[in-house]
């Protein structure tokens, strides 16, 4: 019975390798830090924008409404 279960695991393990193998070409170095940078412009506006939703003071929420239209800027540049 443990045989069984081992073999279950060593399946899921093959999926799983396969399912992690990147898809298409391989990316330059320059490619993989452009989407790095992205990826983190976006999750700062992420951030941004639920810091505006909970902002209750006027100055706090222009200085964050502006910070979330410099991060769309650099978003739409990258």
């Known amino acids: 019975m443990a045989r069984g279960f ?36 976006e999750l700062a506006l992420a951030r941004a924008q639920a810091d505006l939703a909970a902002a209750r003071s006027p100055a706090h929420r222009r200085m964050l409404e502006q910070a979330i239209e410099a991060l769309r800027n650099q978003i739409v540049e990258a």
């Open 6 to 41: 081992e073999s279950k695991d060593v399946e899921f393990q093959q999926a799983e390798a396969q399912r992690a193998k990147p898809k298409g070409k391989p990316l330059t170095p320059e490619e993989r830090g452009a989407q790095e940078r992205r990826r983190t412009l």
